[in-house]
């Protein structure tokens, strides 16, 4: 297999990072959900304040992956962490190792910033991703369920406390 290297992305790849994303939703069968622009990327990764990062996996210098993530925050640790929003690995580079190696990046740098956690989600019909998950040693928090408000939902709660 030729090179693999991990880095931070830069704003040039703000067109495969969105590119990416979007074939991401199509695989989740949620390519409805996936409005985001490459400005709406670009604004959140590099603008100030920045709200996610992403690293980019390459193959012999071709984009093969990315891993963007977000900053939380455990008050059980007292530590920040990290949330993996989103993984995608493009099928022709898959089964290489490629997502284990970012999230092995992605623990180093978590652990290199004092945090104690990574975190994601991951779709239960996703058995492939989920057995790279528990090779890894990931635990799943089958007692917690993930909620979430947006959209109509989000606006007529935000309305109600004003």
Known sequence: MPHLSIREATPAD??????????LAEFEKLAHEAVGTEPDFHAAI??????AGCLVAEVGG??????????????F???????????????QFRRRGIAK???ARLATDTLAEGGGRLAWNVLDWNTPAIATYDAMGAQALKEWITRRLSGDALKSLAVEAT
């Open 14 to 23: 703000i067109p495969t990072i969105a590119r990416f994303v979007r074939a």
């Open 46 to 51: 590099f603008g100030s304040p920045q709200r």
């Open 62 to 75: 071709e984009p093969a992956a990315i891993a963007l993530y977000h900053w939380t925050f455990s008050t």
């Open 77 to 91: 640790l007292a530590k920040p962490g990290r949330w993996l929003e989103d993984l995608w690995v493009e099928p």
């Open 101 to 103: 190696a970012l999230f």
